[in-house]
């Protein structure tokens, strides 16, 4: 009789706590599309939603599947931040000004996307949508059990990556690739002037510091680009990343090592970092057999790690650089799912999304021909190396194009001297 009383008194308030926790979940699921914009074109369309919030990952899609890039009608569309990442709108110079005058530019770039990836930022909404897309742009051929517990383990930002210095309304930041045009080019000094310095993959400063600068405030790098260069830049006096003091590290996450490499930052942990490939001076991969090796992730920083100086770049802000403006032909070759923009050109959008003027150092030029793949090879007689996942020209005209407009300022090397014109033999007496 007691049992019989109990159960219909405890049975109306567990179903009223299921169906809370159900509408609970599931409107957090809508409000999640409807701050990034997902759902903005549904409710313009029709009022009423035609499925479900999804509440489980979709099942695994595979790029193999697809003989070129996958077209979605969602492809254009990213998640925003709110309020913009770029704050400072007291800079009368900012090339923001330049960008919102300028009808073709004001289309294409977009102020207030979404920086950064971290606990709590991907929902499964979010999952699922960004599952459509490959990596770095996405989760295509990932697993939700795999990936999202590394996610977990970033913290949400408790600062900007970028503030304006005391006294100043204006960010000026120098974005530093390696391209050989830096050799012999004094632009240290200039480079450092800045107030911050944004440099990727291997940075190698020491013994170029008259020509690159010394200084490095952030620092962009994938798990790949920051082990090889460790190794493979020995000869040029490189013994690892920037450590500067107050330097913030920005990783880009291609594939699932580098989800690996945020367990193993976070935990303090080894991980393995897959096969090292072995080269010849020629760029060909040698006879000699690749073997596994594994490392420790937190000694690539400054140590002790600090986790506030940490950050992850969203998969849209990637993508939107990608789709906005190096939308390569051969994403439509069967080789598509390595294609995409350099790091360097993730640098370039990253610097351009947070400061207010970039000056570009070390970025391929028309005239790359003239000078060696890297400033660190000293002049040596190499010539770019146009890998097929990367369409070089494609970043080179856009790079001028964004000069001409006077977006950035692109370092093209110096001007040319013509030679003296040669003097007529003289005649003898």
């Not at 304006?164 to 200039?190: H, Q, T, Y």
């Amino acid at each position: 009789m007691v049992v019989r009383r109990l159960r219909s008194r405890l049975m109306p308030c567990l179903f009223t706590l299921a169906i809370g926790t159900l509408l609970y979940v599931s409107w957090t699921d809508i409000a999640d599309m409807l701050s990034s914009g997902l759902l903005r074109p549904i409710f313009l369309s029709s009022p009423r939603l035609t499925r479900p919030p999804a509440l489980t990952p979709i099942p695994i899609l595979n790029m193999k599947d697809y003989k070129k890039q996958p077209q979605w009608d969602f492809d254009d569309q990213y998640r925003r931040d709110r309020p913009p990442s770029k704050t400072t709108q007291k800079c009368d110079s900012s090339l923001w000004n330049v960008i919102n005058q300028d009808p073709e530019l004001r289309d294409k770039f977009t102020p207030d996307l979404q920086m950064n990836v971290y606990n709590g930022s991907i929902s499964m909404s979010e999952w699922n949508r960004l599952s459509h897309f490959n990596s770095p742009f996405g989760f295509m051929n990932l697993s939700y059990k795999d990936v999202m517990p590394a996610l977990n383990l970033v913290p949400r930002p408790k600062n900007l990556l970028l503030f304006p210095k005391p006294g100043r309304d204006c960010i000026s930041c120098a974005v530093v690739a390696a391209g050989g045009v830096l050799w012999k080019s004094r632009r240290g000094r200039e480079i450092d002037s800045h107030d911050y310095v944004f440099r990727v993959n291997g940075a190698v400063t020491k013994g170029f510091e008259e020509d690159v600068g010394s200084r490095t405030d952030v620092y962009v790098h994938t798990s790949h680009s920051i082990t090889s260069s460790a190794w493979q830049l020995k000869k040029y006096n490189y013994t690892g990343a920037p450590r500067d003091e107050g330097i913030k590290y920005v990783l880009m996450a291609e594939g699932m090592r580098d989800f690996k490499w945020m367990t193993g930052l976070y935990k303090n942990e080894r991980v393995s970092n897959g096969k090292r490939l072995w080269h010849t001076g020629n760029q060909r991969v040698c006879t000699v057999p690749a073997r596994n090796y594994s490392v420790s992730p937190q000694t690539y920083y400054a140590a002790p790690f600090d986790e506030t100086s940490f950050y992850v770049l969203h998969m849209d802000f990637l993508r939107y650089t990608r789709n906005r403006f190096l939308m390569s032909p051969t994403l439509n070759a069967t080789w598509w799912p390595i294609v995409r923009p350099t790091n360097g050109a993730f640098t370039m959008f990253l610097a351009l999304q947070l400061c207010d003027s970039v000056d570009a150092y070390g970025f391929i030029t028309d005239d790359h021909k003239k000078y060696s793949n890297y400033y660190y090879e000293r002049g040596a007689k190499t010539h770019m190396v146009f890998f097929i996942n990367h369409n070089y020209n494609m970043e080179k005209d856009l790079w001028k194009k964004l000069h001409d407009l006077k977006v950035i300022r692109l370092y093209q090397g110096e001007p040319q001297q013509p030679e003296p014109a040669a003097e007529p033999p003289q005649k003898k007496l």
